[in-house]
């Protein structure tokens, strides 16, 4: 049976056909009731309770199920005054991989931070530091994703010996590690580069000594994933 799409309050009440529209209501009721039960949601009290709302919001996501919650009018006018995300991710610039989407959250939900190929530097490090220990933001997602071009493209660098131009070049330093070390395992070079470049970008972010603090207090996890592009699905890893 193919998955029941989101249905407008204006197509429940427009539908003629008497099956169609009883699948079409009970999809209507069932979206009402997790918007509903969203509304409410409490803030998290900690960082598994974060990682639970990213596995749920991306299990709608995959099931084309998604509700959008936090994009209403009211929600606007409510994180105007100001905000409080329950968790960074750190994700690739990749125009398939917009976080809010994937993860079925809304605004004042996520904070977010995208670069090629998840590369870390000193503006990324002090965003994610800054959310962490100013906003209180107790989960931290490293996200790759499958088929990443700035891994790939590093890979050819490398493989090649190029010489890369411009500043993307400390993109092609920045997830050399990680390739350097795929290199040793079986299997897809690619595959394993990105989900080695997840690695890398969590055990960095853990030299963090403002994030080690938060770690040690058990204020704060840090966890990797892995994006199926084909799928929609997050792997989530504990490294």
């Not at 400390?170 to 795929?182: D, S, Y």
Request: one cysteine or more.
């Amino acid at each position: 049976m193919s998955p029941v799409r989101n249905t407008s309050r204006w197509e429940c009440l427009s539908i003629s056909e008497p099956a169609v529209a009883q699948s079409a209501l009970a999809a209507c009721a069932q979206t009402a009731a997790w918007q509903a039960a969203l509304a409410a949601e409490p803030p998290v009290a900690n960082a598994d309770e974060a990682l639970q709302r990213l596995i749920e919001g991306n299990q709608r996501y995959v099931a084309n199920k998604a509700i959008r919650p936090n994009q209403t009018e009211s929600r606007r006018v409510e994180v105007a005054k100001g905000q409080y995300p329950f968790a960074s991710i750190l994700g690739c610039a990749d125009s398939r991989v917009p976080s809010e989407i994937i993860f079925d959250r809304g605004l004042g939900d996520l904070f977010i931070i995208r670069t090629a190929g998840q590369v870390l530097d000193d503006a990324v490090m002090g965003s994610i530091e800054f959310g962490a220990k100013v906003l209180g933001i107790p989960l931290i997602l490293v996200l790759g994703h499958e088929r990443c071009g700035a891994v790939d493209a590093t890979i050819g660098a490398l493989q090649k010996h190029a010489e890369v131009e411009g500043s993307i070049g400390a993109l092609v330093e920045g997830i050399k590690p990680a390739v350097e070390k795929a290199k040793e395992q079986p299997g897809d070079l690619l595959d394993n580069a990105v989900r080695a470049n997840v690695e890398l970008g969590v055990v960095n972010l853990k030299k963090s000594p403002v994030l080690a603090k938060l770690l040690r207090e058990n204020k704060l996890k840090i966890v990797g994933g892995h994006y199926d592009l084909d799928t929609g699905a997050v792997d989530f890893m504990v490294f």
